[in-house]
């Protein structure tokens, strides 16, 4: 049993160590990282937005087919044009990074009043503050910050990821460890003197 999950153990550890380096070669460099985000975001919304004009020519009636169309128009018009320019899509989604993390970081510290009595309520505060910072960092160096703010997230994130699934693997690889020293343990002299 305890066999058959090293190789999950390895192979999580491959992964956190791949992780990890992505996430540092994210951080090296934030422009190509968030540039690369930029293609995925627009090739999701060509791939969704040419489903949903799909969708909406199988639809029966022009009700059901109208909405589906539009929609389905707009989405693969927005895709076609982040992958056309993908600084301009950049410097909007870092824009709505931006928003995000500002309203977040209100939300937060206001939220964090709530939970005053309780231990930890000091944590979320400043939590929340960090954010608000970090999102008015990225507003008010907007739209300078499109080429830096998504590439470094992206980077702190999967570095954080990989270094999290390399501490899962050396846990588990230390739990096997313990399950193949205790079956293979011979058995007790007491145990023995019982059999004979």
Known sequence: MAESKKPSVTFLMVMGVVTAILGVVAIGSPAVAGTAVVYIVGAV????GISQVVMGLKAEGWSHKLLPLIL???TTMGGLAVLAHPVLGM???TLILAAYFVAEGIWKVIASFNFRPAQGWLAILFSGFVTWLLGAMIWMQWPASGMWAIGILVGVDLLLTGIALICVAMTLGK???KIDEVTQKPDSPAEDTAHA
């Open 45 to 48: 919304m060509l791939i969704a």
């Open 72 to 74: 389905g128009t707009v």
């Open 91 to 93: 410097e909007i989604l």
């Open 175 to 177: 739990i096997v460890d």
